[in-house]
T-cell receptor, first 114, second 110 residues
Framework: EPEVTQTPSHQVTQMGQEVILRCVPISNHLYFYWYRQILGQKVEFLVSFYNNEISEKSEIFDDQFSVERPDGSNFTLKIRSTKLEDSAMYFC????????????FGPGTRLTVL | GENVEQHPSTLSVQEGDSAVIKCTYSDSASNYFPWYKQELGKGPQLIIDIRSNVGEKKDQRIAVTLNKTAKHFSLHITETQPEDSAVYFCAATGANNLFFGTGTRLTVIP
């Protein structure tokens, strides 16, 4: 069964450094998402991406964040200058764009900012 | 925006008993309500979903009910097993992104 994959599984970085989190959505999917989950809290929407552009973003997704689909398979989330409060699990999700709304989630990347 | 509330935050049941988790939502435009199961260190996995044109949906031991008028929906797990132990999240959406509840940690005691 096709699945969303994410790399790395765990990223440790120093405050102020740039990080890039990578995702490979399910191959025929058209809509892509990033969510984050601070430890012990609920999953929060960051951004959605369709047709090579951002379709929606939350208040969390400020100028420090950017997304890109550099080729036909990868979908990346970049944080330009990490802050301590960016420490969280980051989940990528995708859906196929048909009548179904089902989003399939990857296993997540745990980002730790020191 | 949408606000999803979920109760209880923790739930312990004996193996074989039923478990019920309840959620409410605020945006009457929401029309899709998935439930995700999250095991330790893993991403959310969809277990069942329901759309606003349906009042109830069942898949083996799992069922979901939706009351659009009251804006609440519930997850029912019957004949619980130890492998059902996980954190369960409800979510709602009317457009694109999902709004999640705060999660319920279900523990099934053997």
């Amino acid at each position: 069964e096709p699945e969303v994959t994410q790399t790395p599984s765990h990223q440790v970085t120093q405050m102020g450094q740039e990080v890039i989190l990578r995702c490979v959505p399910i191959s025929n999917h058209l809509y892509f998402y990033w969510y984050r989950q601070i430890l012990g809290q609920k999953v929060e929407f960051l951004v959605s991406f369709y047709n090579n552009e951002i379709s929606e973003k939350s208040e969390i997704f400020d100028d420090q964040f950017s997304v890109e689909r550099p080729d036909g398979s990868n979908f990346t989330l970049k944080i330009r200058s990490t802050k301590l409060e960016d420490s969280a699990m980051y989940f990528c999700a995708s859906r196929d764009g048909s009548s179904t709304d089902t989003q399939y989630f990857g296993p997540g990347t745990r980002l730790t900012v020191l | 925006g949408e606000n999803v509330e979920q109760h209880p935050s923790t739930l312990s049941v004996q193996e074989g008993d039923s478990a019920v988790i309840k959620c409410t939502y605020s945006d009457s435009a929401s029309n899709y309500f998935p439930w995700y199961k999250q095991e330790l260190g893993k991403g959310p996995q969809l277990i069942i979903d329901i759309r606003s044109n349906v009042g109830e949906k069942k898949d083996q031991r799992i069922a979901v009910t939706l009351n659009k008028t009251a804006k609440h929906f519930s997850l029912h797990i019957t004949e619980t097993q130890p492998e059902d132990s996980a954190v369960y999240f409800c979510a709602a959406t009317g457009a694109n992104n999902l709004f999640f509840g705060t999660g319920t940690r279900l523990t099934v005691i053997p």
